[in-house]
């Protein structure tokens, strides 16, 4: 760290002592963002360990739907998301509304979302997922026609590994849609002896390519085996702090400088400390809104105990 950002940490540090507050950030945050988290993770082990903690803030350093999730699963909290603008622009790429239409045209299709939805479009399906429990989730439903929202490429993954029928709104990553086919073709040429992990959001001719596709946490856990000694990433650039810092002596390699999610980085050091300063800007999910995402949240972590 630099020192400039040795100072900031600790003013960040002791202001949350002050407000009993518990710092979240996500895998893709700036690796200074991370340091100084006090649980770094993907967006549902956050907001699960947002749910555990005593803590009365949050300052989630994620993007908009993280911070709602957690204030689902929260609140009594107050949950501060330093960047107000730091949205998901694949979240965004569906509307309640607009999927209230679809589910006419489907009547009897299941709606299963990706965490990585807003509230709203949560209060309109029946069952959320993961990247890493969409597999099972899907499999464990009666319904054997599912509309799913919004990514088409994770639904495409998840569409490859079960029966079911699979309606995929065209919803996608503008970060992960940026690694290509060629990136990985050229790094293993590069790299023959390095795994290559991808995103379940990249497109099918990368996921096709790789080793595994798993979400960041299972990245991380993969990271770890002792047979991985290299490794060519395939997700936003961000988690490559992580792996490293975690990792020391492995060789991870991004499969390109350019999955970068700027939304993610709009949340800095400065901006965690203006936020503890002012307990500003809140996420706060009305709780009409908030019980009806919950019952689509609540109903993922049932399958998930099952
Ligand atoms: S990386 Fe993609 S899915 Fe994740 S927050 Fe950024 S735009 Fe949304």
């Known amino acids: 760290m630099e020192n400039r950002d040795v100072k900031l940490a600790e003013k960040i540090l002791s202001l949350k002592k002050k407000r009993n507050a518990v710092i979240l950030a996500h895998n893709y945050q700036l690796g200074e963002v991370q340091d100084i988290a006090d649980f770094v993770g993907d967006s549902l082990e956050l907001s699960q360990n947002a749910a555990r903690t005593d803590a009365e803030v949050i300052i989630f350093c994620g993007v908009h739907f993280m911070a709602e999730t957690a204030s689902i699963l929260c609140p009594d909290k107050a949950v501060l998301l330093p960047d107000i603008n730091a949205g998901c622009p694949m979240a965004d790429m569906i509307t309640a509304e607009e999927l209230k239409k679809k589910k006419e045209e489907l009547p009897r299709a ?3 979302c990706y965490i990585n939805s807003t509230a709203e479009v949560k209060t309109e399906s029946d069952v959320c997922c993961t990247s ?3 597999v099972k989730v899907i499999e464990s439903l009666d319904a054997q026609e599912i509309l799913f929202v ?3 490429y994770l639904g495409h993954y998840i569409s490859t590994k079960t029966d079911k029928k699979m309606v995929l709104w065209p919803g996608f990553c503008p970060s992960h849609i940026r690694i290509l086919p060629e990136h990985i073709t050229q790094l293993r040429k590069e790299y023959p002896q390095a795994k290559v992990v991808v995103h379940p959001e990249c497109r099918p ?3 096709a390519l790789a080793d595994e596709a798993l979400g960041t946490g299972g990245m991380c856990r993969y990271a770890r085996r002792d047979d991985v000694k290299a490794m060519i990433v395939g997700t936003e650039i961000g988690i490559l702090h992580r792996l490293r810092k975690e990792n020391p002596g492995k060789k991870f390699t991004p499969a390109t400088e350019q999955a ?4 993610m980085k709009l949340i800095t050091l400065e901006k965690v400390l203006w936020s503890l300063e002012e307990m500003a800007p809140e996420v ?6 908030r019980l009806r995402a919950k019952a689509a949240v609540d109903k993922m972590l049932e399958i998930g105990r099952g």
């Open 110 to 112: 299941t709606v299963v």
């Open 132 to 134: 890493a429990n969409g």
């Open 150 to 152: 919004p990514d088409q």
């Open 205 to 207: 001719d990368v996921i």
């Open 260 to 263: 970068v999610c700027p939304n």
């Open 284 to 289: 706060k999910v009305p709780e009409e809104i």
